[in-house]
T-cell receptor
């Protein structure tokens, strides 16, 4: 089975840093994805973590701790266009893939 | 490449009717995924294929739903008979290996 938890919504100011958390409980673990989805649009890929540690990609970084079943996505220098839903997805078990419900980030001036 | 192509973009149908959603993946991609998204349930994986073979269909809600991938460039998701609770946005996505997925624009289905 699988259980993926994300906080539902957060508000942050333009230029700030925001951390979006994802905790998971799955039978087996193969990797964790982060996707961004703007309202009315399709999700787009942000990152993929397999090993513990931090992966940095421009203003976005993703961290994984396999032993704790925990990941976070760090958004730096927030811009208005970063207002979106951020989805974590876990690849687990025997070729299974499940998405969390997403965390809505609202960026205010 | 044009990206993942889905048709139709919008579908309105009456309860009991058959609905067929279509997807053309990115050329060269060996994985194809079908998802359903609603406010209540979020993004749910329905089924995915690897090299045209279904790998995990545990997310398919019930026997009313079926998916096929007759060749590497085409897949269908069929609902028969459709019910109001099937109303959702259905996404198709493709990827090279089980890595970065490219999503299509989605089909917004409304069943009245």
């Amino acid at each position: 089975g699988q259980n993926i938890d994300q906080p539902t919504e957060m508000t942050a100011t333009e230029g700030a840093i925001v951390q979006i958390n994802c905790t998971y409980q799955t039978s087996g673990f193969n990797g964790l994805f982060w996707y961004q989805q703007h309202a009315g649009e399709a999700p787009t890929f942000l990152s993929y973590n397999v090993l513990d540690g931090l992966e940095e990609k421009g203003r976005f970084s993703s961290f994984l701790s396999r032993s704790k079943g925990y990941s976070y996505l760090l958004l730096k220098e927030l811009q208005m266009k970063d207002s979106a839903s951020y989805l974590c997805a876990v690849y687990y078990g025997n070729n299974r893939l499940a998405f969390g419900k997403g965390n809505q980030v609202v960026v205010i001036p | 490449d044009a990206g993942v192509i889905q048709s139709p973009r919008h579908e309105v149908t009456e309860m009991g009717q058959e609905v067929t959603l279509r997807c053309k993946p990115i050329s060269g991609h060996d994985y194809l995924f079908w998802y359903r998204q609603t406010m209540m349930r979020g993004l749910e994986l329905l089924i995915y294929f690897n090299n045209n073979v279904p790998i995990d269909d545990s997310g398919m809600p019930e026997d009313r739903f079926s998916a096929k991938m007759p060749n590497a460039s085409f897949s269908t998701l069929k609902i028969q008979p459709s019910e109001p609770r099937d109303s959702a946005v259905y996404f198709c996505a493709s990827s090279l290996a089980l890595y970065e997925q490219y999503f299509g624009p989605g089909t917004r289905l409304t069943v009245t």
